[in-house]
């Protein structure tokens, strides 16, 4: 069975960084396709970041040049580093996993979540 357990978030100022991290375990993370997630009050749960089967990365336009997602395969682990955060990257964070991959990220095409991480940035 394969579990994820985000851990990282946190609340920052305008313009500072956190680093999200992502254990998986049940699984060998190279052999899926992995997704990170976010939801804000009020809105549909949207796609972030994409790591191809730890090959190839994928983002939305509006975190392009400041996110980063990687993954470190001896240890198991996803990580999304956020740079030059702004308010509106204020929302719960969350690690996804599929053996299937498909962008742009769909909620309906991950099968495996993990419980989620605050991540809340202020002015």
């Known amino acids: 069975q394969v579990q994820l357990v985000e851990s990282g978030g946190g609340s920052v100022q305008a313009g500072g960084s956190l680093r999200l991290s992502c254990a998986v375990s049940g699984s060998t993370i190279r052999t899926y396709c992995m997704g990170w997630f976010r939801q804000a009050p009020g809105k549909e749960r949207e796609g972030v970041a994409l790591m191809w089967y730890g090959a190839t990365t994928y983002y939305i336009d509006s975190v392009k040049g400041r996110f980063t997602i990687s993954q470190d395969n001896a240890k198991n682990m996803l990580y999304l580093q956020m740079n030059v955060l702004k308010p509106e990257d204020t929302a719960v964070y969350y690690c996804?996993?599929?053996?299937?991959?498909?962008?742009?990220?769909?909620?309906?095409?991950?099968?495996?979540w993990g419980q989620g991480t605050q991540v809340t940035v202020s002015s």
């Open positions: 996804a996993a599929d053996l299937g991959c498909v962008w742009p990220l769909r909620v309906d095409d991950f099968g495996y």
